[in-house]
């Protein structure tokens, strides 16, 4: 039996669609709209979920997609320079990039050489961490208020879901500017380079059109444009990257690692943000109950409300204000929620810190300890620019954040003994006050505990009112270290700064975790992920000094601008990459074929047009223009026409499956100075290859562009309104597709003429 087309679907879409692409894996198709929004769709045309930009800008336009090789991640590059991977299972953002500038192209290629030769994907490295860290707790179990803990509930040490691939695999980006990015697993950053145009002289823009990276990820293929005043030129280059794909086995391992640390990274930075949320609600408790009598205060007298507390803590007899606020305002029950309240609270920072800080912050060590092992091993990893100096430095803010927790804890420790003396003496005072008997157990109050009360008041009390953030009450001894600010209050007496300062040579030996007295938690935090950040920062510069252009040849060369077409694929049967290549797409009729011989380099072309189609009337030829070409797989150029009438205005299309077996005897040999364009090739007829199940015409339609998948089998068109897509299943047999063909080609023509008239001839 002979394959065919067979049409599935046809639906309208909700905005005007921009860019489609095919999952690789799944019958899931990602659909970029105008308005900056990315849709995705099953193959029923069903919804699956509608992802706004981020910040919510509707204005980002999508400039590229790209699925991970397995299929469960999808790539979003905007036009701001930022590239977003998402979970195809629920939208939600897993890791973003800022390149800097904007993104003209994303592709995403995979190295299938290890599961092919039966190889361990990283067999220098095992990864033993299960073993010996235990599981991190849920942030959302004890603080659910925070939604940037949502993403943390499942999976912790790995939310950039980098585990169980079984392949490496790069993301390859490329911008407005020239710049080529490659990232291993979508995260680290491994090779960065800008592109060169051999020949070119003066000013000019280099922008990256397209990008395949191939050969085991040891070849990376480029189209270049080149602007300048008089016009623009494409260009068709080729690198070697054999460093990368010749350590590709580290760079697992490194990029493994980058994730495992930037989830627990992640999960920090959302732990200190949840800790500093507590906070907010502690000093929100307090000032609520405050506020009304300070503000009063503050209108009718001068001082503050410690100057009240502390006159009635060494006289007992609180002013007629006060002694109002604690009688009718506060209350003895409102006293007893209130110190309940904070007290819950300073519980829930502890647990936090002890938890949750403590427990992420020596996973974080315990993996920087093995990658300070990687470092050291230089014949290895020390290529790919790994630094033990950086490394270190690492392990040295990560003892330095361990200390500052340790810190924190004191000073935790210290305040809630003096916030507990300060809420018995005042419950002690307003029972008093009311007449009522006051518990033995609260009226035993000691020296020690007047100097905690008195210590509480001056330390959070002593504050004039502040009239913009409406509070006169300031725990600062606790906040200070949840400011991104030096403290104010440095801890005193510390027996071990006594020990170092006693002993200076060990103090300067350079073996001991360094105690930054002067930093905030949130500075030590800030310090530690700069530090993870330039400790793989080495791979993008090491790798990218390593690229060399192995060939540079001439696509076109026009003084006007013209939309062109680009698509790649790679031959494994025949060693070679083939470019397909449209210079002028939705008016021109020449489709151009570049085969690249990998092992000679060697280049060839052939032109290609549409004309005579079997079944045609010899008499009635009939000029087809390409609205768009793409690699169906290795062995068919998929090419969406226009029939062009005699009027010039477009007509029916037309939807070829085009095997490249055909034109293998049309290839002529091309120089690497010549211009494709420029070589007045002999242009071969390609509709006389087919037969009738090569191609298909589109009743009812006026096609803008398609996607195509080899690997899920199908197509989806675009309507020239760009509001409508048509998906065709491809390669069913000839007696399985004919009877339901026709049966949705005439519901189609009715649904046509109910709902989409401006898409009908």
């Not at 929004?37 to 979920?49: E, G, P």
């Not at 204005?59 to 979970?87: E, F, H, M």
């Not at 800097?100 to 030769?117: P, Q, V």
């Not at 690229?547 to 694929?569: D, G, R």
Request: proline residues 3%.
């Amino acid at each position: 039996k002979m394959a065919s087309f067979r049409q599935t679907e046809e639906r309208n879409v909700s905005g005007e669609v921009d860019l489609m692409l095919w999952s690789p894996k799944l019958d899931l198709i990602a659909l970029a709209l105008v308005q900056g929004q990315v849709a995705l769709h099953r193959l029923s045309r069903k919804r699956v979920w509608l992802r706004a930009p981020p910040g919510g800008k509707e204005q980002n336009k999508v400039k590229s997609l790209a699925w991970r090789p397995d299929g469960k991640i999808l790539a979003i590059a905007y036009d701001t320079g930022t590239i977003i991977l998402c979970n195809v299972e629920n939208a939600d953002i897993i890791h973003t990039i800022e390149v800097g500038s904007c993104i003209s192209t994303l592709t995403w290629a995979s190295d299938d050489s290890a599961a092919t030769n039966g190889e361990p994907r990283s067999g220098i490295y095992k990864d033993v961490s299960k073993t010996y860290l235990p599981n991190l707790p849920s942030l959302n179990k004890t603080y659910s208020a925070s939604s940037a803990n949502k993403n943390t509930d499942e999976n912790v040490d790995d939310s950039k879901m980098l585990k169980y691939q079984d392949d490496f695999n790069v993301l390859v980006a490329g911008t407005v500017s020239g710049r080529v990015l490659l990232y291993a697993y979508g995260v680290l950053l491994c090779a960065e380079f800008e592109t060169r145009v051999a020949g070119y002289i003066g000013d000019h823009t280099k922008q990256i059109v397209s990008a395949l990276l191939s050969n085991r990820l040891g070849r990376l293929t480029l189209v270049v444009e080149s602007k300048c005043s008089i016009g623009k030129c494409l260009y068709l280059q080729s690198y070697d990257l054999t460093t990368l794909r010749d350590k590709s086995q580290e760079l697992q391992v490194v990029a493994l690692k980058y994730g495992q640390t930037a989830s627990l990274l992640g999960y920090l930075t959302a732990t200190v943000g949840a800790i500093r949320e507590v906070w907010e609600d502690i000093l929100l408790e307090i000032d609520s109950k405050l506020v009304n009598y300070a503000q009063e205060k503050h209108r009718t007298s001068s001082g503050t409300v410690s100057d009240d507390l502390l006159e009635l803590l060494m006289f007992g007899t609180p002013s007629d204000a006060l002694e109002k606020f604690l009688l009718h305002d506060l209350t003895e029950k409102g006293l007893k929620k209130l110190g309940h309240s904070i007290d819950l609270c300073y519980c829930n920072i502890q647990k936090y810190v002890l938890k949750h800080l403590q427990t992420v912050t020596e996973a974080l060590y315990f993996h920087f300890c093995d990658l300070r092992g990687m470092a050291r091993w230089e014949e290895r990893f020390g290529t790919i620019g790994l630094s033990e100096a950086a490394v270190a430095n690492v392990l040295q803010c990560t003892g330095a954040f361990l200390m500052k927790l340790m810190e924190l804890l004191q000073v935790i420790d210290s305040s809630m003994r003096n916030f507990r003396a300060f809420f018995r003496w005042l419950y002690a005072v307003i029972l008093r006050l009311s007449d009522d008997p006051v518990p033995v157990e609260v009226t035993r109050a000691t020296q020690q505990d007047i100097n905690f009360v008195a210590e509480f008041l001056k330390e959070n009390f002593a504050v004039e009112w502040d009239e913009a953030n409406r509070s006169s009450f300031s725990l600062e001894r606790v906040g200070q270290y949840l400011k991104d600010e030096p403290l104010t209050f440095q801890v005193q007496n510390n027996v071990w700064c006594q020990f170092l300062e006693a002993n200076p040579g060990i103090k300067n030996s350079g073996l001991l975790v360094p105690h930054n007295l002067d930093r905030s938690l949130v500075q030590e935090h800030s310090h530690l992920e700069k530090a993870v950040g330039a400790a793989f920062v080495g791979p993008a510069d090491a790798l990218g000094r390593c690229t060399v252009k192995e060939l540079q040849t001439t696509l076109a060369a026009t003084q006007h601008e013209c939309l062109s077409a680009v698509s790649h694929s790679v031959s494994t049967k025949g060693q070679c990459v083939y470019t397909s290549f449209v210079p002028n797409l939705g008016t021109g009729r020449d489709i151009y074929i570049v085969r690249h011989l990998v092992s000679t380099n060697e280049l060839g072309a052939a032109r290609l047009f549409f004309d005579r189609f079997p079944d045609a009337p010899p008499d009635e030829p009939r000029k087809h223009v390409v609205l768009d070409a793409q690699f169906y797989n290795e062995e068919t150029l998929s090419v969406l026409l226009s029939e062009e009438s005699a009027e010039g205005t477009p007509g029916r299309s037309t939807l070829v499956q085009f095997p490249l077996k055909n034109v293998q005897s049309h290839f002529l040999p091309m120089a690497s100075d010549d211009v494709l364009t420029d070589l007045n090739l002999c242009a071969v007829d390609a509709a006389k290859f087919l037969d009738k199940m090569n191609f298909r015409c589109l009743e009812n339609m006026r096609a803008a562009s398609f996607a195509v998948s080899g690997a899920r089998h199908v197509v989806c068109v675009l309507f020239q309104s760009r509001r409508r897509v048509r998906t065709f299943e491809m390669d069913v047999q000839e007696e399985e597709g004919e009877d339901e063909d026709s049966l949705c080609r005439d519901k189609d023509m009715t649904y046509l003429q109910d709902e989409d008239k401006e898409n009908s001839f």
